[in-house]
């Protein structure tokens, strides 16, 4: 029930709160305006990233009943950096500004390294032949770590061309690993997993074609750092 709880709940919160941040994003001009590029009718709102980010972090901290841990508090900080560079950077398509790439990747870098930080690591792999469990040197789970979720960010960044695209791959995603969390037994990965669904399906509401918001640079970021960290 707690996890069908969570799925609920944030799948309610992002569809109740999208309509208000359409408003006020069509009120402050944070809209992708239509380019030769962009093939969309009219000015859209930008602003889905950040419905699914206040979605899943109210439940995340609100639905279990656990203290506060270190790696909950580095998962915020992290996603809050990806969020906030992913803003800016769509704040700049806005104004039909490009934003600079480096201080994106320094960021996602950043983010990237706070979550290895936090513990939260590729550690090894189990040998297929053998079934024995290989533990890797400290430089190539640091390496593979920073590698697989700077990797999986921008794969579902670059995913988010079409309306519905990147939701529709990332929701998949997230059922999968929650299938496979399940199988394992894994608590943490099944919350998360269906949170995220969640608010995924909740955003998709809005997203579907014609979409009424999109998600923006900030929230494909975002899905693929959470990701990244549910697969780790």
Excluded at 135 to 156: A, K, P, Y
Excluded at 186 to 206: N, T, W
Aim: hydrophobic fraction near 50%; charged fraction near 10%.
């Amino acid at each position: 029930m707690r996890y069908i709880l969570s799925l609920v709940l944030s799948f309610s919160i992002v569809y109740f709160i999208t309509p208000w941040l359409i408003k006020l994003s069509n009120k402050y001009s944070f809209t992708d305006k239509p380019t030769n590029r962009k093939k969309h009718n009219k000015e859209t709102p930008l602003c889905g990233g950040l419905a699914m980010f206040i979605g899943f972090f109210i439940v995340y901290f609100l639905i279990n009943n656990y203290s506060l841990t270190k790696e909950k508090l580095w998962i915020f900080v992290g996603s809050s950096l990806i969020l906030i560079i992913g803003l800016i950077d769509d704040y700049y398509k806005t104004r039909g500004k490009e934003f600079p790439i480096y201080p994106r990747l320094i960021i996602q870098l950043l983010a990237a390294f706070i979550i290895y930080n936090a513990g939260i690591v590729f550690r090894g792999f189990t040998n297929p032949f053998t079934g024995e469990y290989i533990v890797l040197s400290n430089f190539l789970q640091f390496l593979l770590t920073i590698t697989w979720i700077f990797g999986v960010t921008t794969v579902i960044n670059w995913s988010d061309g079409m309306d519905g695209l990147a939701g529709g791959l990332s929701l998949i995603s997230s059922i999968t690993f929650a299938g496979a969390a399940i199988i394992l037994k894994q608590s943490e990965s099944i919350s998360m997993s269906l949170i995220i669904s969640g608010a995924i399906l909740g955003f998709l509401k809005y997203n579907s074609y014609p979409a009424k918001v999109f998600m923006g640079d900030s929230g494909a970021n975002f899905l693929g750092f959470i990701l990244s960290i549910i697969a780790l």
